[in-house]
């Protein structure tokens, strides 16, 4: 099993292509219509051209119709292939204005390799970023190696909670309950008031909320959650590439501070995911 800590260095490298204040804009200048657009459509074109029923499955937390505002009209409106590009470009000036100069080309390497040790079954959001040509741009490969292990741990996430039985409705609201994400987390994920409602009541059955807070039988379920998902991905891990990525820590964290102390990524946000 890796560490916390290797994780939350591998989400807040990935995360910096949601926050670049020109994301909105490079992808508007491939066709598509605005920021949720190019989110949902980069996401997801490693895929191919996916439905937007097969997206919301992989991506979880959102409400259908959000993930219906972006798909199917995205793939008529630009190339699968070109929003790729500008993702990756996004992400890749995003890395460098907070690393600036700094040779990752070893670290882009040896999480490449770990990629590659990666057992995928069960893992199809991370299995399709896999599949991706890796770039010879270290900071390009770096960062797309970093995206297919945060989809990794994303998809063994997804598997417990639905698991645990929590929609992408409950998930987001035990998240809110607990503090993991900012209060508003229901309009960013497409929800309606509600669902929402109905989200906390169940979570209320559970014993886990008192009005909107969390009780501290509901954080100890929430942790339980992150346990558990930390075991689904030592699952895919074998000794070799375990040791790779207790490796990988001293060379992932450093950057992932950079990147938040150059303000890339903010916390907390509404991934869940903590500062690293």
Sequence with gaps: MTTREFWRSIEAIHDVVYFAPYA?????????????????ASRSAALGTPSPQVVTALFHGFAPRMIERALPDAWAMADSGEVLRVR???????????????????????????????????????AAHATLPVPDDPVERLWQAVTVLREYRGDCHVAVLTAAGLGGTAANALAEATG????????????????????????????WVEGSEATET????????EDATDRSCGAGLDQ?????????????????????ASGAVSYPNPTGVPRP
Excluded: H, N, S
């Design 24 to 40: 909105k804009e490079r992808y508007e200048a491939i066709g598509l219509k605005g920021f949720w657009m190019g989110y949902v």
């Design 180 to 207: 993991l994400v900012p209060r508003g987390q229901r309009e960013m994920r497409g929800w309606t008031e509600e669902e929402w409602i109905a989200a906390y009541g169940r979570l209320q059955q559970f014993g």
């Design 240 to 260: 070799e590439a375990t040791a790779r990525a207790y490796a990988l820590v001293t060379e992932l964290v450093p950057i992932a501070r950079a990147v938040e």
């Design 88 to 126: 990756a470009g996004i992400a890749r000036d995003r890395v460098v204005e907070a690393i600036g100069d700094q040779d990752v080309t070893r670290t882009a390497d040896a999480a490449q390799r770990l990629v590659e040790q990666l057992d995928l079954a069960g893992r199809p959001l991370a």
């Design 218 to 225: 509901g954080r100890a379920a929430r942790e339980r959650i």
